[in-house]
């Protein structure tokens, strides 16, 4: 398989996505804590436990989101659904298996599309049971087995990944279908990576990398195992199939062990959980319930409103801004939209760390906004400082223009008086304006928005400007 390869780096990811349910896969304990500094153990019961004689069965909404997330990666879905005991040599699962898809995974052959335009392929994405954590305490290594049993989706990708930046932008668009999907809750679910990465000067010999968290760690952590790969290879070291751990503290991968391989596993079908089909129907009623996801949008907001595609990418990465800017866009100019969503928004909302769908404020009030803006009734500078309030807290943007007296001044009257002082002021930027100097022009509107507090409509200030200049 190796040989096929030509590029100079070769990464595949292993994403390991904790589903956004109630219960746990195979019990009705709560996979979400029920208080802050829950003790251990305290969310289990004999199934998660895997005391002897324990039934699992299987929770539904687990499957309907596995299924929604394998149809949103394009993958054809499973017509049965079979669960598999993987043996399991840690002390993190008290059965001695993991139940997990192993013949038939849930979706299979699916894809996703990178902002480049390139393809990357999912190979599988199947369901399988979380482990305990471990928590190291001096001498002693205790278990605690309340995250056990949780549902998590692991999607495998193609080998077809040739920077940490392409696993980047990876993660990237696979978080944003999780939360389009409404499967991964931030606050309450992991996502995890393991990486798997080999380069052209060793023959492709691969590392995996093993429980990446965040997708700016997996970029690091890839980085750094290019250049120790690279660096070994220099040396004249013969490098070997092994598995790594990452330390995001220092910044380094170290050896865990050298690699097993699936069939080092032992799997056997479960004799457990009986075989579910899914049928054509069950599968098409999920494919009804799904969302227009964002690649969808984008396409969609590229056609509508003939924006640029980098433009509605941005707008469309975030749910509640998506929303925002199809109802924006119905009425106000799409091109002021786009301006005033994706960059004024973003920005103030960037500043107070803050997504869209948490502001209190609504699109009727974002719409009142932009209609002042398009209406030239307020200059771009007030129209910056009431987003800025908005984003605080909800107000009517016409009724703030009135009490703060912020519409502006594009009466001549009032700005002719103080043009004109100002003509007097400055004879060599009157000079420079005759000689046409755009800089000097700027001099003089700069000077009035200053006095006007920027109220006045730039465009009008060079108008009265070379009225009374004769140009
Ligand atoms: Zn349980």
Same mark, same amino acid.
């Given at each position: 398989?190796?040989?096929?390869? *030509?590029?100079?780096?070769?990464?595949?990811?292993?994403?390991?996505?904790?589903?956004?349910?109630?219960?746990? $896969?195979? %019990?009705? =304990?709560?996979?979400?804590?029920?208080?802050?500094?829950?003790?251990?153990?305290?969310?289990? =019961?004999?199934? %998660?436990?895997?005391?002897?004689?324990?039934?699992?069965?299987?929770?539904?909404?687990?499957?309907?989101?596995?299924?929604? $997330?394998?149809?949103?990666?394009? %993958?054809?879905?499973?017509?049965?659904?079979?669960?598999?005991? +993987?043996?399991?040599?840690?002390?993190?699962? @008290?059965?001695?298996?993991?139940?997990?898809?192993?013949?038939?995974?849930?979706?299979?052959?699916?894809?996703?599309?990178?902002?480049?335009?390139?393809?990357?392929?999912?190979?599988?994405?199947?369901?399988?049971?979380?482990?305990?954590?471990?928590?190291?305490?001096?001498?002693?290594? $205790?278990?605690?087995?309340?995250?056990?049993?949780?549902?998590? =989706?692991?999607?495998? *990708?193609?080998?077809?990944?040739?920077?940490?930046?392409?696993?980047?932008?990876?993660?990237?668009?696979?978080?944003?279908?999780?939360?389009?999907?409404?499967?991964?809750?931030?606050?309450? %679910?992991?996502?995890?990576?393991?990486?798997?990465?080999?380069?052209?000067? @060793?023959?492709?010999?691969?590392?995996?990398?093993?429980?990446?968290?965040?997708?700016?760690?997996?970029?690091?952590?890839?980085?750094?195992?290019?250049?120790?790969?690279?660096?070994?290879?220099?040396?004249?070291?013969?490098?070997?199939?092994?598995?790594?751990?990452?330390?995001?503290?220092?910044?380094?991968?170290?050896?865990?062990? *050298?690699?097993? *391989?699936?069939?080092?596993?032992?799997?056997?079908?479960?004799?457990?959980?009986?075989?579910?089909?899914?049928?054509?129907?069950?599968?098409?009623?999920?494919?009804?319930?799904?969302?227009?996801?964002?690649?969808?949008?984008?396409?969609?907001?590229?056609?509508?409103?003939?924006?640029?595609?980098?433009?509605?990418?941005?707008?469309?990465?975030?749910?509640?801004?998506?929303?925002?800017?199809?109802?924006?866009?119905?009425?106000?100019?799409?091109?002021?939209?786009?301006?005033?969503?994706?960059?004024?928004?973003?920005?103030?909302?960037?500043? @107070?760390?803050?997504?869209?769908?948490?502001?209190?404020?609504?699109?009727?009030?974002?719409?009142?906004?932009?209609?002042?803006?398009?209406? +030239?009734?307020?200059?771009?500078?007030?129209?910056?400082?009431?987003?800025?309030?908005?984003?605080?807290?909800?107000?009517?943007?016409?009724?703030?223009?009135?009490?703060?007296?912020?519409?502006?001044?594009?009466?001549?009257?009032?700005?002719?008086?103080?043009?004109?002082?100002?003509?007097?002021?400055?004879?060599?930027?009157?000079?420079?304006?005759?000689?046409?100097?755009?800089?000097?022009?700027?001099?003089?509107?700069?000077?009035?928005? +200053?006095?006007?507090?920027?109220?006045?409509?730039?465009?009008?200030?060079?108008?009265?400007?070379?009225?009374?200049?004769?140009?």
């Amino acid at each position: 398989m190796s040989e096929s390869f *030509t590029s100079d780096v070769v990464i595949g990811l292993e994403i390991h996505v904790e589903l956004n349910t109630r219960t746990k $896969l195979f %019990c009705g =304990c709560s996979r979400i804590p029920l208080r802050e500094n829950e003790p251990p153990n305290s969310r289990t =019961c004999p199934t %998660c436990l895997g005391m002897p004689g324990a039934k699992p069965v299987v929770n539904k909404a687990a499957i309907e989101q596995g299924i929604k $997330l394998a149809l949103a990666l394009h %993958c054809s879905i499973a017509p049965t659904l079979i669960f598999s005991r +993987k043996s399991y040599f840690y002390p993190d699962l @008290s059965k001695n298996y993991q139940t997990s898809q192993f013949e038939i995974p849930l979706g299979s052959n699916g894809h996703i599309r990178l902002p480049s335009g390139k393809t990357v392929g999912i190979v599988r994405a199947h369901l399988e049971e979380d482990p305990a954590s471990l928590v190291h305490k001096g001498a002693y290594s $205790l278990v605690d087995y309340n995250r056990s049993g949780d549902p998590l =989706c692991e999607i495998v *990708t193609g080998p077809d990944m040739n920077s940490p930046e392409e696993a980047r932008e990876l993660m990237k668009e696979l978080i944003t279908v999780l939360h389009y999907l409404g499967v991964f809750d931030a606050s309450t %679910c992991i996502i995890k990576a393991d990486a798997n990465i080999s380069i052209k000067e @060793s023959g492709y010999v691969r590392s995996e990398v093993k429980n990446i968290t965040g997708f700016k760690e997996i970029e690091r952590a890839l980085c750094y195992e290019v250049e120790r790969q690279r660096d070994a290879v220099k040396r004249g070291e013969q490098l070997v199939q092994d598995t790594r751990a990452w330390d995001a503290v220092k910044g380094v991968t170290t050896r865990m062990r *050298t690699k097993e *391989t699936e069939a080092d596993y032992g799997y056997i079908i479960d004799p457990d959980l009986v075989p579910i089909t899914l049928s054509e129907e069950f599968v098409n009623s999920i494919k009804d319930s799904m969302p227009e996801l964002h690649f969808e949008k984008v396409k969609k907001f590229v056609e509508e409103h003939s924006i640029p595609e980098e433009d509605a990418r941005i707008l469309a990465q975030e749910l509640s801004l998506a929303h925002l800017f199809e109802e924006v866009a119905q009425r106000i100019d799409p091109k002021l939209a786009v301006r005033w969503l994706r960059h004024e928004l973003n920005k103030v909302l960037n500043e @107070s760390e803050k997504v869209w769908s948490e502001v209190e404020a609504d699109e009727s009030q974002i719409i009142e906004l932009l209609e002042l803006v398009d209406e +030239k009734k307020i200059t771009d500078i007030s129209a910056r400082e009431i987003l800025a309030e908005l984003i605080k807290r909800p107000f009517s943007p016409k009724e703030y223009v009135k009490e703060k007296g912020l519409e502006v001044v594009s009466d001549s009257s009032a700005l002719k008086p103080l043009l004109q002082k100002l003509i007097e002021e400055h004879p060599q930027a009157v000079e420079d304006v005759k000689s046409g100097e755009p800089k000097a022009i700027n001099f003089f509107v700069g000077k009035v928005m +200053k006095e006007t507090k920027g109220q006045a409509s730039p465009a009008q200030v060079n108008k009265l400007l070379k009225e009374l200049l004769d140009l």
